[in-house]
């Protein structure tokens, strides 16, 4: 990145970045820094109240599974929340797809497999060892993107609410029949097929299978 380019951007937001980050030459603006710190502090709280016998086991209206006045336990119906705190859920999401990566930039050793309900653990790496990324390592829009998104899905299962519906938009370069899975409020994509990065306002004059659907 050319420190001294007035238009350098924050490769998560694709915002320009201001005179003191590109001096520092950060490649992620501190905003995305701090949207990032606070959602992996939400996703640690969000996570220890869903990896309860409540969290596993209440449905939509504040009632549990299993029947009326038995003394058995209920049977777990929330799978989706099983998934998230079990093994292989966020934890492992978290170490292998971010934490890992990170300590191999930083020719640091490899952490040993976490438990899966270690999310103290590993959040406290990644919040301690963000301003380093969001300076350094040049993955870290989709690490970012990953943090969002694994905030998002563990919000959504604790309240109850759907996340944005996602569609797909299809990619502009020529020759190429890139598909990207999107919503309305994603900042960034990347095409799987020929590796064009869209932005924001980029993603926005893409045609989507809406447009396919009314042609």
Same mark, same amino acid.
């Given at each position: 990145m050319n420190l001294d380019d007035a238009t350098a951007r924050c490769l998560a937001c694709n915002s320009p970045? !201001? =005179? =003191?980050?590109?001096?520092?030459?950060?490649?992620?603006?501190?905003?995305c820094e701090g949207r990032a710190s606070e959602q992996l502090h939400a996703i640690r709280?969000?996570?220890?109240?869903?990896?309860?016998?409540?969290?596993?086991? +209440?449905?939509?209206?504040?009632?549990?599974?299993?029947?009326?006045?038995? +003394? %058995?336990?209920p049977i777990p119906a929330r799978l989706a929340v099983l998934n998230a705190t079990g093994p292989g859920g966020v934890v492992a999401q978290l170490q292998s797809g971010i934490e &890992?990566? !990170?300590?191999?930039?930083?020719?640091?050793?490899m952490a040993a497999t976490r438990s899966h309900r270690d999310i103290d653990g590993v959040t406290t790496f990644l919040i301690n060892n963000l301003p380093w =990324?969001?300076?350094?390592?040049?993955?870290?829009?989709?690490?970012? %993107?990953?943090?969002?998104?694994?905030?998002?899905?563990?919000?959504?299962?604790?309240?109850g609410e759907r996340g944005p519906r996602k569609?797909?938009?299809?990619?502009?370069? &020529?020759?190429?029949?890139? %598909?990207?899975?999107?919503t309305l409020w994603t900042a960034r994509a990347t095409c799987p097929?020929?590796?064009?990065?869209? &932005?924001? =306002?980029?993603?926005?004059?893409?045609v989507?299978?809406?447009? +396919?659907?009314?042609?």
């Open positions: 970045l !201001w =005179a =003191a980050e590109i001096q520092a030459g950060r490649l992620a603006c501190f905003r709280g969000t996570f220890k109240r869903l990896d309860t016998v409540d969290g596993h086991t +209440k449905v939509r209206g504040g009632g549990t599974s299993g029947p009326t006045g038995s +003394k %058995e336990p &890992d990566s !990170w300590r191999k930039t930083l020719g640091w050793s =990324a969001c300076e350094k390592y040049p993955e870290i829009a989709d690490d970012l %993107e990953a943090i969002s998104s694994i905030h998002g899905t563990l919000t959504g299962m604790e309240t569609f797909t938009a299809y990619c502009s370069t &020529d020759d190429c029949h890139g %598909e990207m899975r999107i097929t020929c590796r064009t990065d869209y &932005d924001k =306002a980029g993603l926005g004059t893409l989507t299978e809406y447009d +396919k659907a009314a042609a």
